[in-house]
């Protein structure tokens, strides 16, 4: 019984190791555009994965979005890399976007009302960094609630819920393997409430929108793998993702309504071409 309890603990420990890789993953390709030395490394080290047809639609819509990046970096020309440059920039920095309402990797940009950055929802994701100690350090000078900084803490709080539980195998008091247990659940509800409160609500929505704008398969891969991560997480923490999406949906289609009506008032209805 007790061999079967410190596999189950050791494959818990490996299954969190691997969300808070790819949380840390994604947090480096939403952060900056990449180079050349990256794609070596993503072609290498990321594998291909199966469109199994017993699969459901988000792990196969995960797949494919991943397996996209993979082709796109492993088929790559003279151009690639530069082509992914200037379709960082559009998506994410906002170069050249023509949009009406702002596509913006910030949780302030979809929490909070008026499309702006740095709202409660940013002051939210700093007392939560806070609360562990920790503060933002950065050369861009970006607000804390970006799409990476948070990524970064989700995996932070998943590697120390790992190291807590694999504190629980060590041998030694039962006293010490209950407190390992109990700073192990501490960071399991860390996550499943910054993961509610600051990533399922805006991040899939935000997905949809950058997704329109992307023009490089690369990108265009990760935003639908991102989009399915998040829905994946969602079933893992046992987190509602449309009622988490409901408020940020309604701001959102209000501030279309309200770009619509702007646009009208500046330039008149919008009249259809036959």
Same mark, same amino acid.
Request: with cysteine.
């Given at each position: 019984?007790?061999?079967?309890?410190?596999?189950?603990?050791?494959?818990?420990?490996?299954?969190?190791?691997?969300?808070?890789?790819?949380?840390?993953?994604?947090?480096?390709?939403?952060?900056?555009?990449?180079?050349?030395?990256?794609?070596?490394?993503?072609?290498?080290?990321?594998?291909?994965?199966?469109?199994?047809?017993?699969?459901?639609?988000?792990?196969?819509?995960?797949?494919?979005?991943?397996?996209?990046?993979?082709?796109?970096?492993?088929?790559?020309?003279?151009?690639?890399?530069?082509?992914?440059?200037?379709?960082?920039?559009?998506?994410?920095?906002?170069?050249?976007?023509?949009?009406?309402?702002?596509?913006?990797?910030?949780?302030?940009?979809?929490?909070?009302?008026?499309?702006?950055?740095?709202?409660?929802?940013?002051?939210?994701?700093?007392?939560?960094?806070?609360?562990?100690?920790?503060?933002?350090?950065?050369?861009?000078?970006?607000?804390?609630?970006?799409?990476?900084?948070?990524?970064?803490?989700?995996?932070?709080?998943?590697?120390?819920?790992?190291?807590?539980?694999?504190?629980?195998?060590?041998?030694?008091?039962? &006293? %010490?393997?209950?407190?390992? #247990? @109990?700073? *192990? =659940?501490?960071? !399991?509800? +860390? /996550?499943?409430?910054?993961?509610?409160?600051?990533?399922?609500?805006?991040?899939?929505?935000?997905?949809?929108?950058?997704?329109?704008?992307?023009?490089?398969?690369?990108?265009?891969?990760?935003?639908?793998?991102?989009?399915?991560?998040?829905?994946?997480?969602?079933?893992?923490?046992?987190?509602?993702?449309? &009622? %988490?999406?409901?408020?940020? #949906? @309604?701001? *959102? =289609?209000?501030? !279309?309504? +309200? /770009?619509?009506?702007?646009?009208?008032?500046?330039?008149?209805?919008?009249?259809?071409?036959?």
């Amino acid at each position: 019984m007790a061999q079967k309890t410190m596999a189950e603990t050791a494959l818990q420990v490996q299954e969190l190791r691997v969300r808070a890789g790819y949380y840390q993953l994604l947090a480096r390709l939403f952060y900056q555009e990449i180079d050349e030395a990256f794609a070596a490394q993503f072609v290498e080290a990321q594998p291909v994965l199966a469109l199994d047809e017993c699969a459901d639609g988000i792990e196969r819509s995960f797949a494919r979005g991943s397996n996209r990046m993979r082709k796109f970096l492993q088929r790559r020309t003279a151009d690639s890399i530069t082509e992914t440059r200037c379709d960082y920039a559009r998506v994410f920095l906002g170069a050249g976007s023509v949009t009406k309402v702002p596509v913006s990797p910030f949780e302030s940009v979809y929490a909070d009302e008026g499309r702006l950055i740095m709202q409660a929802s940013r002051d939210g994701a700093c007392a939560a960094y806070a609360a562990d100690g920790l503060a933002v350090s950065d050369g861009f000078n970006m607000p804390e609630d970006h799409i990476s900084f948070e990524f970064q803490y989700m995996a932070l709080l998943l590697n120390r819920c790992a190291d807590a539980l694999g504190g629980t195998q060590d041998e030694g008091p039962v &006293a %010490a393997a209950d407190a390992a #247990r @109990a700073q *192990a =659940a501490t960071y !399991r509800e +860390k /996550a499943q409430a910054f993961f509610a409160a600051h990533l399922a609500p805006w991040v899939p929505l935000f997905c949809e929108e950058a997704a329109d704008l992307a023009q490089t398969p690369f990108y265009q891969g990760l935003l639908e793998a991102t989009a399915a991560w998040m829905a994946l997480e969602c079933t893992q923490m046992a987190v509602d993702g449309a &009622a %988490a999406q409901k408020g940020v #949906r @309604a701001l *959102a =289609a209000d501030a !279309r309504a +309200k /770009a619509a009506t702007q646009q009208e008032t500046l330039h008149g209805p919008r009249r259809e071409v036959a």
